[in-house]
């Protein structure tokens, strides 16, 4: 079969050199004789063409896909279901994310030999139904896990062997290639070096007549190992697979980065990744395809299952080693200079392509406000957390302040407002305007809307208990939670508690109390930024929020008049601190030299420390930003450090 005639004008002959080509568009037939110049350290001779060969087209498809933990069957069906469609868009080869079939991340299921096993099998199975389904033609590269020894915590366990983290080629009904994830990650919320073995081998697979290198995730966010050895290879393309967890602002580390790793592997790079939440990850997609130059030629939005096709012109496999190309693009702050040598294993699959009818090119979707990006991750995180889970409907206590109103906002956005209710708590001190503004926001949602006034049953504890000052307060909060937890049982909700990050930091909620719940939307988001979302989201069409939620004073109303600025600072003093100490690990001299009152700082720093043991028994919630309270944040309760002492 023939290929397309079609030749680039630069870096389509001479790869080796940054001199372009004396030809810009040949015939298929036409034959050249050329020299090359070689750079210092590059290829010992000069390299001559004889027949000008033609670049080979090849369309590739990037499935931008939810998977679920576990579900493998249901995974399985999904790749089938997306890979019918990119046969159908005419793609010759179509990438998946990273543990696809398994869903990520999988944790310790990964010591179980039943799932791994069953891993492996189902990669065998679904091999064999996508050819019998019409499908065999289509290159498939799909993530699973792997093993070639016993878990580590096994005794029977031996260095070099175990658990894998693996990418496969599967074509003809056979898996006709694999490759072992190479760098592991070992930082915020990935524990790899627990769970997995690495690769220490590329795979290269010669598919339509170019060589195509297998990668996967954290492959791509170190220089050296995998892409120096792509460039050793001389491949034209290089398909990374991931599970990139979503914080704000990542997806501008990920051009840079993408652009950086073509510029090392001399080769064109197609990046996936998954969407969906899993317990408190978010995954964003924005998948990206660049030119070996770093150029930007597609890329899909964020939080969209989509299917990013897009025709590439690849240099014909010749495995010659590509020139290392320089560009200046940001280096992210988890980047390392590690410069492994990888053996390089190659397959090829018999067969070229035919030309194709038509061009195809991918869209470069626009880029999204930081609100709008942090929203969506906050109503996908929730959703997922939900449907994965089982869950019918959820249910919240439902104040007229600002937290539980955007709460509820994320809710309805997320699973409709006929599967959400809010229920207003009053006691002797809640305001009139908080109950109107409770009613005010069913109002507008048309969620379920119900009131159960809590003073009753606190009287009744009081009659049969002497308490006061800050006991009654937490009493209060634990009624409500009493009550939440009644209906849930009842009715089969799930409970979202409404505790924000910069109230979890400090302490600032009562145990059994307004931190009840099985989910927290907002565990991640400081006030401030509550507020910035609540704002943002009243402009996206018929605003949810009442103004008066977004305006008046925070209050917990557990006593008369009361303010949270009774017990915190302002909240635009307060974040920052908090921002400091809990996502950058700073410490009380940098606090103060930052501009911050010293008296003020040893304060704060004080409340977050002793709020540890609330912390480690709240719900998990949605994580957006770089260290989330939970598995990206691990300290002692037991533990008696203080900054500055």
């Known amino acids: 079969m023939s290929r397309s005639s079609s030749v680039r004008s630069t870096n389509s002959c001479c790869r080796s050199t940054s001199t372009p080509c004396p030809v810009s568009f040949l015939p298929a037939e036409t034959t050249l004789t050329l020299a ?40 399985a069906a999904a790749i089938r279901r997306w890979s019918r469609a990119a046969a159908d868009a005419g793609a010759h080869l179509v990438a998946f994310p990273e543990m696809m079939l398994t869903g990520y991340p999988i944790e310790d299921l990964v010591f179980r030999n039943s799932f791994v096993d069953a891993s492996k099998r189902a990669l065998r199975t679904l091999a064999a139904d996508l050819a019998a389904e019409g499908l065999g033609d289509l290159a498939v590269v799909v993530g699973y896990v792997d093993a070639d020894g016993p878990a580590p915590i096994s005794s029977d366990a031996t260095p070099g062997a175990g658990r894998r983290d693996a990418s496969a080629l599967l074509h003809g009904g056979e898996v006709v290639a694999t490759y072992f994830k190479h760098h592991l990650p070992n930082y915020g919320v990935f524990d790899e070096d627990r769970y997995f073995e690495p690769g220490d081998a590329l795979t290269v697979v010669r598919l339509g007549g170019v060589d195509v290198a297998l990668t996967v995730c954290e492959d791509i966010w170190q220089a050296g190992g995998p892409f120096t050895a792509a460039r050793r290879a001389g491949v034209g393309l290089v398909v990374n697979i991931n599970a990139s967890p979503y914080e704000l602002n990542k997806d501008d580390l990920r051009l840079p980065l993408v652009q950086r790793r073509a510029a090392e ?71 390392q200079e590690i410069q492994q040598d990888m053996a390089i294993k190659r397959t090829a699959i018999a067969g070229d392509f035919g030309p194709l009818d038509s061009r195809k090119s991918g869209q470069i979707a626009d880029r999204v406000s930081d609100e709008a990006e942090v ?40 699973l409709g407002p006929e599967r959400v209710t809010g229920v207003s708590l009053p006691s002797g001190y809640s305001s009139e305007h908080s109950k109107d503004d409770a009613a005010d926001m069913a109002k507008r949602t048309g969620m379920t809307y119900r009131v159960e006034p809590i003073q009753p049953m606190v009287d009744a504890f009081l009659a049969n208990m002497s308490l006061s000052g800050v006991a009654v307060e937490n009493l209060q909060a634990r009624v409500r939670g009493v009550i939440l937890m009644a209906l849930s049982n009842q009715d089969g909700h799930l409970v979202l508690t409404t505790g924000n990050k910069s109230e979890l930091a400090v302490g600032y909620s009562t145990l059994y109390g307004d931190s009840v719940g099985g989910f927290n939307p907002l565990k991640d988001v400081p006030k401030t930024m509550v507020w910035q979302l609540a704002r943002w989201r009243n ?15 925070p209050s917990a109303e557990l006593r008369p008049d009361q303010k949270d600025s009774d017990s915190l600072p302002d909240y635009s003093v307060l974040d920052p601190i908090i921002k400091g100490y809990v996502d950058h690990d700073l410490g009380r001299d940098e606090l103060i030299a930052a501009g911050n009152d010293p008296a003020l700082v040893d304060r704060v720093l004080r409340m977050v420390d002793l709020a540890e043991y609330k912390r480690r028994q709240s719900a998990p919630g949605t994580k957006i930003s770089g260290k989330a309270f939970g598995r990206d944040r691990r300290l002692p309760i037991t533990n008696r450090f203080r900054e500055g002492l």
């Open 265 to 335: 592997a001399g080769a064109a790079v197609a990046y996936v990744n998954m969407i969906g939440g899993q317990d408190e990850l978010v995954f964003d997609g924005d998948s990206i395809i660049v030119g070996p130059d770093g150029a930007l030629l597609a890329r899909a939005g964020q939080f969209t299952e989509e299917l990013l096709v897009h025709d590439l012109d690849l240099p014909a496999a010749d495995a010659v080693p590509n020139k290392t190309v320089l560009i200046d693009a940001a280096k992210p702050r988890v980047e």
């Open 375 to 414: 929203w969506a991750a906050l109503v996908m995180g929730l959703r997922d957390y939900v449907n994965k889970n089982g869950f019918r409907s959820v249910v919240f206590g439902l104040s007229g302040g600002i937290d539980s109103a955007v709460v509820a906002a994320i809710a309805v956005d997320a």
């Open 539 to 553: 402009t996206q069409g018929d605003p949810p929020i009442p103004e008066n939620s977004i305006t008046k004073a």
């Open 36 to 75: 090359c110049d070689v750079g210092p350290g590059r290829d010992p001779e000069p390299r001559y063409w004889g027949t000008m060969r033609p670049m080979p087209t090849l369309r590739i498809a990037l499935a931008q896909v939810n998977s679920t933990v576990g579900d493998i069957a249901g995974n």
